[in-house]
């Protein structure tokens, strides 16, 4: 255990950092890396999974789309539940959850077990386990900056923002990627299941012995001690959010960022494969953009941290990333081009993950000093109302492919089954790839143009007095 004192011209309480803090931070990493594995595998091998469970590709969409239907009105009530109950009770339920919506999956298709349901019977029981592992998105969601604020100094909380952030983006990395290269053909769905239950097994398992409290005992610093001074009813924080002009912004565009890529992530498949390219490239390309993305979302938090630039960071970041993303969302209308695709999506998963955890920073700063959880849960609501249009919007501007692409389209070529009821059949996903360029366009000039950012918990934290820190917290929630 750490601990600093300060002196002023009135008694200056103890503020302590406690080696607790880093099982605290695994904790709610693993939760959003095992929801978000769940969240995703099944998109990552939509063909497959259509034939297992005798269903078309829009039917597998709805797999990751409900999360983003439940997670909707689960936002709000995941922001009172950590205000009412606190870090810890939301920790455990969204680990149960999850581990509740793994163990449907498993036990539904468990090898010996899946042929005592048929097939509606395990297509619907998976339907049911994607909206828990939904209601559990929000939760997880809406911790990284009160995880940062209530456990973590100054100089620490971008990085553990920054970590629990970018852990999403590790676990769509993981199911995304690891997914396509042992699920082959469809007799592997039982496999799947059973393999990304367990880490909902040892998430659950780690919370129950490391988050055992919400709060540490004493705040980790001044501006963590004034803001937990501040004590507002949660419909009038709602209130001051959304009269807040900058925090609109940021729910609009980081939200908007956020609800782009889970649209990108769970369509690569469907759209590389109608290019003729194969389902493990699909997969290796989803890899490639997250896994930049993990380590230039790292990259930006530090550039950020040590320059205190955070809002032009962030603004430069998103600007470059929207350019490249547009050029990546281009090379998959064309067919043949591996390696330029494999590239840009390197590079543009580097720059462009960077809004994510600096959009986070600047979400506190602006919002300081309300509960932090409040307003990273209607970033959230943000990002599942966009994901969830997006995604449906997928579907409702398909095409036929031409000749020429059918000839070399691969979304028929897995597990195919010509005398079946069910063969899926590719889809010219053009239109949807447009619609997405016009959405990044529209969320960049947003956040560049609209955004004034304001650093009230920096501010906060360079007064020296308690009770000035407390009245400037105060003040803060009239700006």
């Known amino acids: 255990m750490e601990s600093s004192k300060s ?42 999974v259509a034939y297992y469970y005798e269903v078309s590709p829009s039917a597998v969409d709805l797999f990751s789309s409900v999360g983003f239907l439940v997670g909707l009105p689960v936002c709000l009530v995941s922001t009172w539940m950590v205000d009412k109950f606190g870090l810890r009770f939301t920790v455990t339920l969204a680990n149960v959850l999850t581990f509740s919506g793994g163990l449907i999956r498993c036990v539904s298709t468990f090898p010996g077990l899946e042929d005592s349901f048929n097939k509606t019977v395990q297509y619907w029981c998976a339907v049911v386990a994607q909206i828990l592992v939904g209601m559990a998105n929000p939760m997880g969601f809406c911790l990284p900056t009160k995880v940062a604020q209530d456990w973590f100094p100054p100089h620490e909380a971008p990085i553990a923002s920054g970590i629990i952030t970018l852990s999403f983006v590790l ?38 012995f490391s988050v055992d409290r919400s709060k540490p005992p004493s705040p980790p610093s001044k501006s963590s001690a004034a803001a937990n001074g501040v004590h507002i009813s949660y419909s009038k924080r709602l209130k001051l959010l959304l009269t807040n002009k900058n925090f609109i912004i940021l729910a609009i565009s980081v939200g908007g960022s956020v609800g782009f890529f889970n649209a990108f992530i769970s369509q690569i498949q469907q759209v590389m494969c109608a290019r003729g390219y194969e389902v493990w490239f699909s997969g290796l390309c989803g890899a490639l953009v997250l896994i930049s993305g993990i380590i230039g979302g790292g990259f930006s938090s530090f550039i950020a941290s040590k320059t205190g630039k955070l809002e032009e960071t962030a603004k430069i970041t998103l600007s470059i990333g929207t350019v490249l993303m547009i050029l990546i969302l281009e090379l998959l209308r ?11 999506l390197v590079v543009g998963g580097f720059i462009a993950f960077g809004i994510l955890p600096l959009g986070m920073e600047l979400s506190e700063e602006n919002t300081y000093p309300l509960e932090s959880s409040t307003g990273i849960t209607i970033i959230n609501l943000s990002a599942a109302l966009q994901g969830f249009i997006l995604i449906g919007a997928s579907g409702a501007l398909d095409t036929d492919l031409v000749s ?76």
């Open 7 to 48: 002196s002023g011209d009135l008694e200056e309480p103890t503020y302590r950092v406690y080696k607790r803090r880093w099982f605290v931070l695994a904790t709610v990493a693993m939760l959003n890396v095992s929801l978000n594995i769940l969240w995703i595998s099944f998109s990552s091998v939509a063909s497959s």
């Open 404 to 479: 020429s692409d059918q000839a070399i389209e691969t979304c028929t070529s897995i597990d195919i089954d010509p005398e079946g009821d069910n063969v899926v059949k590719a889809k010219d996903k053009t239109h949807f790839l447009m619609l997405m360029m016009c959405h990044t366009c529209l969320v960049c000039v947003v956040f560049v143009i609209g955004l004034k950012s304001k650093f009230k918990r920096r501010d906060a934290e360079r007064l020296e007095i308690p009770e000035t820190r407390k009245s400037f917290a105060a003040q803060s929630l009239t700006e």
């Open 334 to 344: 064309k067919s043949g081009l591996d390696w330029g695709i494999a590239i840009s």
């Open 171 to 208: 676990g769509v990395t993981m199911g995304n990627a690891v997914t396509p290269f042992i699920i082959t053909k469809k007799e592997h769905v039982p496999y799947l299941n059973l393999m990304w239950f367990i880490p909902s097994i040892i998430t659950l398992i780690l919370g129950l």
